[in-house]
């Protein structure tokens, strides 16, 4: 691969970025494969095939940068987006059901976790890097799927001793949908779907 490719398939990964902070990372990475070009005599293409791949790259940057649900008007719509049921489990993990259209992906999902009753914020995230990795919170897996909707069982991994609860974010279809546990068809953010400990 060219450098030229391999700048222009990272750049188009790193899509979440600022302008200014994308042309930053492109141009350390630019410089990064110019020394390996220069300091080991490499040709262009040995230069970019011994870096790790673009995908691989900008999912690490993509972790580390903070997500915050757009100022775009939400819409509480249980009928797209929801919370379905959610409990404490003997061993004291937490448990809880998301609802999502089939095709929307959990990577288009940003979840908010909340540490006590009245929603106040402990991170947020992709709902994708929250399940996915080492250091995933929660574990994931496919429920269940009909008339539509896919039902995505959350349970944590170690959370909360106090308790915890989340919020759910999706832009959908050019719509802007969330789950917060407020009245249906609300624009106001609710304090978030609870348990306690």
């Not at 070009?37 to 580390?64: C, H, K």
């Not at 249980?78 to 409990?87: F, L």
């Not at 609860?165 to 546990?181: E, F």
Request: with cysteine; proline share 2%; hydrophobic share 35%.
């Amino acid at each position: 691969m060219s450098k030229a490719d391999f700048i222009n398939e990272l750049s188009v990964k790193l899509d979440k970025l600022s302008d200014d902070d994308r042309k930053e990372y492109l141009e350390f990475f630019s410089e990064l494969i110019d020394d390996k070009i220069e300091e080991d005599g490499a040709d262009e293409n040995a230069a970019v095939n011994a870096m790790d791949s673009a995908e691989s790259i900008a999912e690490t940057i993509n972790r580390a940068i903070p997500i915050e649900p757009d100022d775009a008007p939400y819409l509480e719509d249980h009928s797209v987006i929801d919370c379905t049921n959610r409990y404490r489990m003997k061993d004291g993990r937490f448990n809880f059901t998301v609802k999502l259209p089939e095709d929307a992906a959990i990577k288009d999902v940003i979840i908010e976790i909340t540490g006590d009753y009245s929603g106040t914020r402990r991170m947020c995230t992709n709902l994708l890097y929250l399940t996915d990795g080492a250091d995933a919170k929660f574990s994931i897996r496919t429920e269940n799927a009909y008339d539509g909707f896919v039902y995505y069982e959350l349970t944590t991994g170690h959370f909360a001793d106090s308790g915890m609860g989340l919020r759910l974010y999706l832009c959908y279809n050019g719509k802007y949908y969330m789950a917060t546990d407020t009245a249906n068809r609300s624009a106001q953010r609710g304090n978030g779907y609870w348990l306690s400990a």
